[in-house]
């Protein structure tokens, strides 16, 4: 997917580092990355646990999308990582004052932004971080060109918007801001969401942002305060890329491209949420990053997810943006005196999975699978797929049976045919749901080894047990 956007970022690069990509691309941050025939059966066949039984190690786990390597591991890979890549002095503060020239870490980020067609881009340590410094900035930038007075900052998101799940309101707690909730919030209930799962929800839609930065809706209401704005308080709209709280759904691709060209009607930024987005750029089909990231004002990106960093996200846009987000990273308590571990790892990672058609053969790989499940009579009568269809390598599944008794069934199975088919399972407390629980499947470096046969006969024996209970 990437290949011609790395090519293009090696042009002009130190001959040190030129000589030392061919190492690179074949060395090991995660142990299971070598896929060399030699290593491929034992790759596939071990997962790594907490456990010393060596019986657990030999489980062919079909939902593990990621194996990590030891604390001690894990540090000696970054040290040989500092080597391939010629990292030979550590950032300070962010280097802010040096260049691609002098510092890894600004060579780094001028490397990303290329590859996503953006002027510039800053490392932070959390997608948090980076997400509530790109609210503050356009939510500035919008109060000064419109001469507002108001105290309501207020910002456009899905539903399931990360930030409204999982950060505890930090938008509203940490920026003062508002969250403005597309599509029909009559159900909206967060604890819901969060333990039942959103089964069939839609992505975001270009008419839900009509709906409400049309100059015609002025009865709109925020949470989490219930305040009572008009489109003209809204600053960015957000869209998360793919949705991973409902299966990796993507938006329509002409959907997004209506969405930015409303945006810039409306004088809103368009930021784009792409925790997932190397998943979202394969699953709308795009060769290179940078038609993805396009329509976007502002992107966030997450080295590790399908990256595999040990932890690492980057904020993506013109330089007079970035310029200012240097600064609120510095307000925010995130310009570390180094950022080295973190950094390094996050580069490694980027350069050993963003490239040819890595994202491309996980989504293939899922939908291949995914294909031959939903034909089977059996499978389909314990479990139910959002989406049918998988969009991206990632989908989310539903199963028509109570925790206890899926754990049991999936216990038999492992222990009968040495196939994990699902480790991680979270109850639906819903008593009118027709599931009793559920669970999130990914394709990553780790999973993506395993041959198809194994998945079929993981799901054909699990549902053979689970309809006996």
Not at 30 to 47: D, G, K, L, W
Not at 137 to 150: F, G, L, V, Y
Request: proline residues 3%.
């Amino acid at each position: 997917m990437l290949r011609s956007c790395l090519l293009t970022t090696f042009v002009g690069t130190a001959a040190s580092l030129v000589a030392s990509t061919s190492g690179l691309l074949l060395g090991s941050f995660h142990s299971h990355q070598t896929t060399s025939p030699s290593r491929r059966t034992n790759t596939i066949m071990r997962a790594k646990s907490n456990s010393n039984n060596d019986k657990d190690k030999a489980v062919i786990d079909l939902q593990l999308h990621t194996i990590r390597q030891s604390p001690a591991e894990t540090l000696a890979s970054i040290s040989e990582a500092c080597k391939t890549l010629g990292v030979e002095s550590f950032d300070v503060y962010g280097d802010y004052q040096s260049n691609s020239q002098l510092s890894y870490l600004r060579q780094f980020e001028s490397e990303v932004a290329r590859c996503f067609g953006k002027d510039d881009a800053v490392f932070c340590l959390s997608g948090g971080m980076a997400q509530s410094i790109a609210l503050m900035i356009h939510a500035k930038s919008h109060s000064t060109a419109n001469n507002d007075s108001s105290d309501v900052r207020a910002f456009a998101c899905h539903p399931t918007s990360h930030l409204l799940l999982h950060e505890n309101d930090a938008y509203s707690e940490l920026l003062g801001m508002e969250a403005l909730i597309t599509g029909s919030t009559m159900d909206f209930d967060i604890d819901n969401f969060k333990q039942n799962g959103c089964y069939g929800m839609a992505p975001m839609m270009l008419s839900d942002a009509k709906d409400i930065l049309s100059s015609e809706n002025d009865a709109l209401t925020t949470y989490p305060n219930q305040k009572s704005i008009t489109c003209n308080d809204i600053s960015t709209l957000m869209l998360e890329l793919p949705h991973r709280e409902i299966g990796g759904k993507l938006t329509p691709w002409d959907e997004v491209q209506g969405m930015s060209a409303l945006c810039k009607e409306k004088g809103v930024k368009f930021h784009c949420d792409g925790a997932r987005i190397f998943e979202g750029s394969a699953g709308v089909g795009h060769e290179a990053l940078a038609q993805t990231a396009e329509p976007f004002d502002s992107v966030y990106i997450s080295f590790y997810k399908g990256v595999g960093a040990v932890s690492g996200a980057m904020l993506l846009g013109d330089s007079e943006f970035i310029a200012e987000a240097r600064v609120w990273l510095r307000r925010f308590g995130g310009n570390l005196y180094s950022v080295l571990p973190y950094a390094v790892s996050s580069w490694d990672g980027f350069r050993k999975n963003c490239r040819d058609d890595v994202f491309m053969e996980r989504r293939r790989k899922l939908a291949r699978v995914i294909d031959v499940l939903n034909a089977d009579s059996h499978v389909q009568s314990i479990v139910q797929f959002d989406p049918a269809v998988p969009q991206t390598s990632m989908i989310h599944g539903y199963l028509k049976a109570s925790l206890d008794d899926c754990k049991r069934a999936l216990l038999t199975v492992e222990q009968s045919t040495g196939i994990r088919v699902l480790m991680r399972l979270n109850k639906i407390t819903d008593d009118e749901s027709p599931f009793g629980c559920r669970f999130e499947w990914s394709m990553g470096t780790s999973n993506v080894l395993i041959d198809d046969g194994h998945f079929i006969k993981g799901w054909q024996e699990f549902s053979r047990v689970l309809e006996e209970f």
